[in-house]
């Protein structure tokens, strides 16, 4: 019966990459090439180095986990007595991931097994990215950071466990989802950053919302096409359209070249995306670098495809 309807969705071009994937999920004898069909060769990209298509086009007929970063160190010994199955990361990838770092089934409930202070709900990619900055930038107390895209801001969360004592100003378009941040480091006990709404893709009116002083590290996780996320959210890869990487790659560059004169002498910019094609990674980085006289400090595209995880790119530019 589901090859009868899957063949009849390849036949009719419906598109539907949603039930073409969850047709997959579901029966896993089918055949793995079907899921290089959901994205048609002629609009895929060049993947950035580190990541192999076959790996990404399978990744999409695996559940997505759930990932925690655990603040306490009695997390796992409560998830036991909960019955609640998990893995820790760093035996699956041989120490590339923090022991901090537990994988759960996809949306596991642990409003009632943990206090909310003792985790945080991130995924596997966003947590690497942050140890790769951190071991690459030599952070210090007192250091200046500005989070130029924060969203919610898990990075900065995490930046500010790990290294106590850092002053980061955290900036969004969204003045709600600042409010949203806020709430989260009381929520973990932290001290609340400094917060602006700002449009960073648009230099007016930068100076005036952004506090006098250069930074030691710009942090600028950019809109992007999320196509490293896109086994999480099957239709957005029905959607993507090739042409739609050239208005991302110029947003992207805007934001790059806003924020790096913030940058103070051996300041490290850390571009960050969650996708897997090299017009939005390698190739922007190089066009930063060159256009702002920066050195390319280090670059890692962490891939997730075979951990249930998103996947993602970052490099660091240094003034």
Known sequence: VFEVIFNAIQYSRSGNSFLETM????????????????????????????????????????????????????????????????????????????????ALPNGTNLENVLPASDYVVQDRASQQTVHFLLENCDPKPGMRIWDACAGAGGKSLMITDLVPGVRILATDIRTSILGNLTWR????????????????????????????????????????????????TPEQYHFFRRESLETMRERQLKITSNVAPFLKPGGMLAYITCSVFKEENEAVMREIAAGHGLEIAAMKLIDGTKSGADSMFIALLRK
Do not use: N
């Open 23 to 102: 047709l997959l999920r579901h029966d896993d004898s089918l055949p793995l090439k079907a899921a290089a069909a959901i994205v048609p060769e002629e609009q895929m990209p060049e993947l950035s180095g580190g990541i192999a298509l076959k790996d990404w086009h399978d990744s999409f007929l695996a559940q997505p986990r759930m990932f925690i970063r655990t603040r306490k160190p009695g997390v796992p010994a409560r998830l036991q007595v909960a019955g609640i199955s998990y893995s820790k990361c760093a035996e699956e990838d041989g120490g590339l991931s923090s022991p901090t770092c537990l």
């Open 185 to 232: 480091f009381r929520r973990y006990r932290l001290p609340v950053p400094k917060t602006a709404v700002a449009d960073v893709s648009e230099p007016a009116g930068l100076q005036k919302a952004i506090p006098p002083g250069p930074f030691d590290l710009v942090v600028c996780d950019v809109p992007c096409s999320g196509s490293g996320t896109w086994a999480r």
